[in-house]
């Protein structure tokens, strides 16, 4: 599911992405909101005040959300997303494709080398802090491969595919698990590596692709070097040259590979090669989510072997996820809420792709651990293990429902909560989520972009999803039709599960699942089904008709 690979950030901590993560740090970049007053009962009306108060905030000059530093409002769009999918509103398809077009011509993308920096201190996109945080690429992938489900168009794709092989080319870890980031300084602590001026180019390039790349990116009599942001698009360079977009395209891709490679000679910024659990599984949902939207049988691999690696290396003994690995071992042995709950999510993804129930039951085990050891009595979650002394931390646990530099805690474990309780038969998983998000103070709704997890969580609660059914054995190639074009539909929120009814056992599903896989078929045929809160469709047989049935049935007004 999307939104589990992809965050908000309200505004970002300006220190260096070579630095380490110290408890304290994290700690105290945490909004801790009064949760003296609770609701009685959930409104159905909160998400949609979340999100009527977010969209106020919107900028209609520069897209994005509001007046000063920009980042990738990754749980924003998802939101937006996921109500457009169900109301088809013109406004949220405006402000949604503004804030991508604006991210992707800007300075917070790298248009030479794919990946996207942490952000930008103007609201114009030209300004930015220059390292590149796993973290930001995942939720960049993520809102990219939104963007291109809901509207088909190209450019998105081209984005994400982009930030893809930065992440391939310097993040991937050999051996599983994602380097935390790359520097924004280069050689000497300089931050020259990544800007340029007009002599910088044609000294790059000859003539003919100077005078291209030049007028692509604005340079033209620019002396004093800045970062590159796209003035003159790819349609326009066409039109203005005679020729096909797709030759445009080509012609500008090779020169900005030759910038880049000029670029390198500068000196390549360092790359910081802890791996973080939590970050670490983001970056593994977002190559899950694009080997769903877009194929690659080396994402699903890359994610895998993520997950392998941080099942293997981080857990610690008493079942839960170490914070972090540097050094050939496992450091802080409690770990985070956020290390447990963006692991299951993962893990959760990973079933959806493979229908592996070891995935799933991996996900229960985390899940399990958390409520354990960082559930208090008022039914919120602690970002830290109640009880646990750790230098730094304070006595009374501190409980995170806002974004900051990935989802809110409790936002992040409602939303697992409310997946598992999909995806078992075990009803405690909606009841923990219910309790989760009634944990939020009332004034929670004022925090607008800042609870747009949280918004998510509780509407994926109250409103539900649709979860499609598939039922057939894993070798059959149809069972695998089905279950991609299940996963390639636009309807954010869906849960996905592909069962061999000659292996499961009914026992582990929700009733009405097991109901549906011991339905008779003259053919024994490979088959789904489509089911909201009210009703499940007739068999499906064709991945086309299935992926339209996905995204239409049950739709709210």
Known sequence: MIVTAIVALAAYAAAPAVAAEPLTNRLAAQAAPDLSVRPAQLS????????????????AVHGGFGEEAKHVPAAILALIGRRYAETREPRLHRVLTKTLDAMATGAIRDHLGGGFFH???DRAWRAPHFERLDVIQAQAIAVYLLGYQMTGAPRYRAVAEAALAYTDRVLVRRGGGFHAAQSGDGPGG??????????????????DDADLLVRHFGLAGVVERRPLAIAVGVDRLASD??????????????GAGRLRRARA???????????YADRSALLASAYLEAYKVLGGDHRRRVALDTLDFLWSRLRQPDGGMAHAYRHGRGTM????????????????????????VGHLDRARALVAHAVARFRDADGAFSDTPI??????????????????????????AALVLERLSGLTSDASYRTLARDTLAAFPLSAHRLGPRAASYAYAADLHLNGAVHVVIAGKATDPRTGALARGALRAFRPGKTVAAYDPETMDPARLPAPVAAVLRQPTAASEPRAYVCTSMLCSLPQLDADALRGLVERLGRRP
């Not at 300089?190 to 000859?206: C, H, I, K, P, S």
């Not at 000679?265 to 791996?275: D, F, L």
């Not at 042995?333 to 592996?356: H, I, K, P, R, W």
């Open 119 to 121: 952000y930008t201190t």
């Open 190 to 207: 300089t931050d020259g590596y990544f800007v340029w001026n007009e002599a910088d180019v044609r000294a790059a390039l000859g003539v």
């Open 387 to 412: 009880g646990v002394a750790e230098p730094g931390v304070p006595a009374e646990p501190r409980k995170s429902f806002v974004d900051e530099d990935r989802p809110g805690g409790n936002a992040l």
């Open 265 to 275: 000679a500068r000196g390549e910024p360092a790359v910081e090669s802890t791996v």
């Open 44 to 59: 159905l009306r909160l998400a949609g005040e979340i999100l009527d108060i977010t969209l106020a905030q919107f900028d």
């Open 241 to 254: 040259a005679g020729v096909s977009i797709a030759s445009m395209e080509r012609h500008v891709r090779a």
């Open 333 to 356: 042995s409690a770990g985070f809420l956020d290390d447990q709950m963006a692991v299951a999510a993962a893990f959760l993804d990973a079933f959806e792709v493979t229908g592996a």
